[in-house]
């Protein structure tokens, strides 16, 4: 029982790349969550989704798409990215009655 | 905007003192979460409340809805205890629909 696991730990992009963060669950919780942390800041909701097939927009969701194709993969993707999302992203779920998240070990990415 | 503060922003305690750390929010909530970012990037969740008084071990959580205030109290602290506390609320109402909004945290260093 993995719990919430992200792929990959750390990346680093040049300007302009791509790339998709995945967050996995075995917990068969209904939503879930993609959080940035940057210094002196509090975790900052980027996109959400209440289940599978929907994905709603969170706080800061300008240059992230998101995906949620099965219920177990919560998809983040880059499509070009900047400078301004270097970043610590957190995945995180909770089952839709209760509130508690359970959150995923984090993502560094360092965009050059 | 809603926001939430924390107090104090960084707390260096000698170990078995008994530490207080501090939040308030703006306007009515549904719940108040406390979360432990520990040192090495994971973040649990600790406490969910909505009102009064939760224990846990060393930790001891209260809410006061009139002061929209909350305090989490850890006694005979340890260095183990050395971690980001994060304290996140859920508004009732407003532009963040019904997800966590989080405050900046509080560093806290336990010196043996």
């Known amino acids: 029982n993995a719990g919430v696991t992200q792929t990959p730990k750390f990346r680093v992009l040049k300007t302009g790349q791509s790339m998709t963060l995945l967050c996995a669950q075995d917990?068969?919780?209904?939503?879930m969550y993609w959080y940035r942390q940057d210094p002196g800041m509090g975790l900052r909701l980027i996109h959400y989704?209440?289940?599978?097939?929907?994905?709603a927009k969170g706080e800061v969701p300008d240059g992230y798409n998101v995906s949620r194709l099965k219920k177990q993969n919560f998809l983040l993707g880059l499509e070009s990215a900047a400078p301004s999302q270097t970043s610590v992203y957190f995945c995180a779920t909770r089952i839709g009655l209760v509130e508690t998240q359970y959150f995923g070990p984090g993502t560094r990415l360092l965009v050059l | 905007k809603n926001e939430v503060e924390q107090s104090p922003q960084n707390l260096t305690a000698q170990e078995g003192e008994f530490i207080t750390i501090n939040c308030s929010y703006s306007?009515?909530?549904?719940?108040l979460h406390w979360l432990q970012q520990h040192p090495g990037g994971g973040i649990v969740s600790l406490f969910m409340l909505s009102s009064g008084k939760k224990k846990h071990g060393r930790l001891i959580a209260t809410i006061n809805i009139q002061e929209k205030h909350s305090s989490l109290h850890i006694t005979a602290s340890h260095p183990r205890d050395s971690a980001v506390y994060i304290c996140?609320?859920?508004?009732?109402?407003?532009?963040?629909?019904?997800?966590?909004?989080f405050g900046k945290g509080t560093k806290l260093s336990v010196k043996p």
């Open positions: 917990m068969n919780h209904e939503y």
């Open positions: 989704s209440v289940g599978e097939g929907t994905t």
């Open positions: 306007v009515g909530i549904s719940a």
């Open positions: 996140a609320v859920r508004y009732n109402y407003g532009g963040s629909q019904g997800n966590l909004i």
